[in-house]
């Protein structure tokens, strides 16, 4: 059995849009979980508007909070997948709260010491027809590396339509062959370097 069978995914739809809308975050999603099932690595996906996630940086904010069957999701995972689409140059208020609850696993260690999401790797996803992927990128992947996850080269993936228009991802009639290739790099490193931190952990925390 290779190391990519015993892999799985799990992605975080942070669009604004409820289901069953339209939305050109998923479209992205889908490329990417396309590419991933074809490496043999499965992938659940959740449209986080669609599940009652309490405001907090707690991993269970009580009274129905719904962040803590998503929490159990992407710990059983090895692969997160964190898409958002741009509103007003920066990531989606769901996304940033995604972040915020991710925020209690700071505090959240085994035996040895480690972060639970230790060993474990994060993509990001941006779409949007205006400027800003870059630094929500950044952003994206400074918050996930703080609570313990790790970032393969070519980690990230965005779409930037024509600033000004309605385009969206959506609406194309064929994926741009950047965003193709990006993806193509990307879930390839994923697989790989989540291959590798299942068979090589980190070391027990100094």
Same mark, same amino acid.
């Given at each position: 059995?290779?190391t990519s069978t015993q ?5 975080l $739809?942070?669009?604004?849009?409820p289901?069953?809308g339209?939305?050109s975050t998923?479209a992205? /999603?889908?490329l990417?979980?396309?590419a991933?099932e074809k #490496?043999?690595?499965p ?5 986080v508007v669609?599940?009652d996630?309490r405001?907090g940086v707690?991993? !269970?904010?009580?009274?129905?909070d719904?962040w803590?069957?998503v929490?159990e ?5 090895d /692969?997160?997948?964190l *898409?958002t689409?741009t509103?007003?140059? $920066?990531?989606s208020?769901v996304?940033?709260?995604?972040l915020?609850?991710?925020d209690?696993e700071l505090?959240?260690t085994?035996?040895?010491?480690r972060m ?8 990001a996803l941006v779409?949007? $027809?205006?400027?800003?992927a870059?630094? /929500?990128t950044a952003d994206?992947f400074?918050?996930? $590396? !703080?609570?313990?996850f790790t ?8 779409w930037?339509g024509? *600033?000004?228009?309605?385009t969206d991802?959506?609406?194309l009639?064929? @994926? ?5 290739s @990006? /993806? #193509?790099?990307? @879930? ?5 370097l ?6 090589a952990?980190y070391?027990? *925390?100094g």
């Amino acid at each position: 059995m290779s190391t990519s069978t015993q892999l799985s995914a799990l992605a975080l $739809n942070c669009t604004l849009t409820p289901s069953p809308g339209g939305s050109s975050t998923e479209a992205m /999603i889908d490329l990417v979980r396309e590419a991933l099932e074809k #490496a043999g690595v499965p992938v659940a996906v959740e449209r986080v508007v669609d599940l009652d996630i309490r405001p907090g940086v707690e991993k !269970d904010m009580g009274d129905g909070d719904e962040w803590p069957a998503v929490r159990e999701r992407m710990l059983a995972a090895d /692969i997160l997948v964190l *898409a958002t689409p741009t509103w007003m140059g $920066n990531m989606s208020s769901v996304a940033q709260r995604v972040l915020e609850r991710l925020d209690a696993e700071l505090s959240e260690t085994d035996d040895e010491g480690r972060m639970l999401t230790f060993g474990k790797v994060a993509l990001a996803l941006v779409v949007g $027809n205006e400027d800003g992927a870059h630094k /929500i990128t950044a952003d994206l992947f400074q918050g996930l $590396n !703080d609570v313990g996850f790790t970032v393969p080269a070519n980690g990230g993936v965005y779409w930037n339509g024509e *600033a000004m228009t309605k385009t969206d991802f959506k609406d194309l009639d064929e @994926t741009p062959e950047a965003v193709a290739s @990006t /993806i #193509a790099t990307m @879930t390839t490193n994923a697989v790989h370097l989540a291959g590798l931190l299942r068979g090589a952990p980190y070391p027990p *925390a100094g």
